[in-house]
Each structure stands twice: as C-alpha cells, then as structure tokens.
C-alpha cells in the first residue's frame, strides 16, 4: 500500500498513537505524507511509527512525539516541532478527545464540574489553542483542517447519557462552523467529521470496563437495527478514509457519471 495522493504535504494528527488517530496517520503515511504523531503513551506513539514503516513510509517522513495536549505548553511545542522538521504544515487532524468520568462514581449531570472541565479542556478548548496556533502556518500552505467530533454532539435532541462529552463537542462543531466560514476567505478549509459508534480503545480504557466489556456493548448496539440498521459499528479505518477524503483537496472522482454513456 504506497501512494503518492498526499506525497510531500506536512500533516499532524493529534491521538494519532491510537484509534481513529492512528489508522489515519498510517494512511496518510501510505499515501506518502510527511507525518507527526503524537499521544501521550510513548509506547503507542512508537507502535503507530512502525505501522506507518511498514505500509512503506520513510523513516525521515516519520516525526513521534510525546505530550498532553491538554497543556498549552506542549501545543506550543507541538506546532514548533512541526515547523523545524518539516518545514510548513499542510493539513492539521484535531483527532484527539476523550470520555472523561467521575472517580466516585457518579454519572450524568450528578457528575462533579471538574469532569466537566477536564472534558472541556480534551474536547473543545485544547481544538481551539492548537488551531490558534498552527493557523498562520495553514494559512500560508493554503492548508486543511478536519476535526474529530461526534453523533452524540449533533440535532436539536437531547443526550440521555454522556452529556459532558456532547456538550464540548456541540461546540466544537459550532466553532467548527464558524471558523470554516472565516478560515476560507484565507484560503484554509476546514471539515468536521460526528462518527457512530467506532470499534477503538475509546471506551474500553474507561476505568472499570476494558475490552470485553467495550466489544460486549459494540455487540449489542450493532444488533439492534433501530441503533445501527447497517449492522455493524464503524472501524477506525473507516472514519479514517473520510478523513482524508475531506483532507483532500485536489481529489478528482474516479470517473464522470455524467459523461457516463
Ligand atoms: P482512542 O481512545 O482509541 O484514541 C484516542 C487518542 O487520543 C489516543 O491516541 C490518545 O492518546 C489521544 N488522546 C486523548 N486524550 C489526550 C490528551 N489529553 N493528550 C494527548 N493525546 C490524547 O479513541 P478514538 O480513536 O475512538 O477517538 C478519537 C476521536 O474520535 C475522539 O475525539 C473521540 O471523541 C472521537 N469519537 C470516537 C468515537 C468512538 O466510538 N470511538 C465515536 C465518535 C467520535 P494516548 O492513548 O497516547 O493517551
């Protein structure tokens, strides 16, 4: 699997050393990006580099590095990184998010207002600072963005469980809106993908639940057609080839039904 679809453009992927993250990084690594990954587990960090070898990305089109972006600190250092070993950014992924829960055990609107702002921080406000950042540099790539939000965030419905998860990520999709609209008069798109439910370690590495019970639940939500008719919850590859659909600037359709005789 080695392409040239994004030969020689800059990318990075936040969570990229896991999940949705991760198959992306690997794909554009396939397709010949010059790729920075990062996480915060060094290991999986490492372990998502040498996926990306293997499917035929060069060592030196591979940048790791380790870091929370919950601190401002490291997305300062984060963009720099990028700059100094690449030279520009050409596409920003703003993947990484999480489920964050009450330690005691308390769920729903019981949960305590520091859960809510820890999911603030993962889901919206660190989107929002990495963005400020990197954009003078998107802006002279004539760049892209693709943000990582939810079903959950989506409709005027309201969101039974999970909603200090839906809240951040609603409003990462209205500043998702909002900022398409200003960024393009710069010449930057940007694009934001609300996957279903998606088979990675999202809610597995939850205190308490682990795989068996995350694939437990993924098997009872894809045998009930009134969840997904499809029968079946998405892949990280799956949301991952939409990412770089919408990453793709110049992708031309195979063919022209219209010219179709
Ligand atoms: P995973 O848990 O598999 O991966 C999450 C990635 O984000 C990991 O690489 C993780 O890094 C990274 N990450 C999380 N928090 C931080 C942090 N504070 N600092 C640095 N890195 C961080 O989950 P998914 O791949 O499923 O999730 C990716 C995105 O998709 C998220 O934004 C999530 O909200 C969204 N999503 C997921 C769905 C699902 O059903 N799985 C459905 C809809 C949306 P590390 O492991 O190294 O800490």
Redesign the pocket.
């Known amino acids: 699997m080695s392409g040239t679809r994004f030969a020689g453009k800059v990318v990075l992927i936040?969570?990229?050393?896991?999940?949705?993250?991760?198959a992306c990084a690997v794909l554009f690594a396939g397709e010949g990006a010059k790729v920075v990954i990062?996480?915060?587990?060094a290991e999986?960090?490492e372990k998502t580099r040498k996926i990306c070898l293997s499917v035929g990305a060069k060592q030196s089109d591979l940048h790791p590095t380790v870091?929370?972006?919950?601190d401002d600190g490291f997305l300062t250092i984060l963009v720099e990184t990028v700059i100094d070993t690449f030279g520009k950014m050409d596409i920003l992924i703003n993947?990484?998010?999480?489920l964050e829960v009450d330690m005691t055990g308390k769920e729903g609107w019981e949960m305590g207002v520091d859960v809510m702002e820890r999911s603030w921080n993962?889901?919206f406000k660190q989107v929002l600072q990495l963005t400020q950042k990197a954009i003078p540099h998107l802006i002279k790539s004539r760049g892209e963005i693709v943000n990582?939000?939810?079903?959950l965030s989506s409709g005027p419905i309201g969101v039974m469980s999970m909603p200090y998860y839906a809240v951040p990520?609603a409003a990462l999709d209205q500043m998702s809106r909002s900022m398409a609209h200003e960024f393009i008069l710069k010449g930057v798109r940007l694009n934001t993908v609300n996957?279903?439910?998606?088979s990675?370690?999202?809610?597995s590495?939850l205190p308490g639940v682990g795989d068996d019970n995350a694939r437990k639940m993924e098997e009872y939500v894809q045998s009930k057609p009134e969840y997904i008719p499809l029968g079946r919850v998405a892949t990280?590859e799956d949301v991952a080839e939409t990412i770089l659909f919408l990453a793709d600037r110049y992708y031309l359709p195979r063919r022209n039904i219209l010219e179709m005789k």
């Open positions: 936040t969570g990229s050393s896991n999940g949705i993250g991760r990062t996480g915060r587990n999986d960090v870091g929370d972006v919950m993947n990484a998010g999480s993962s889901n990582v939000s939810t079903f990520k996957p279903g439910l998606v990675t370690a999202f809610f590495r990280a």
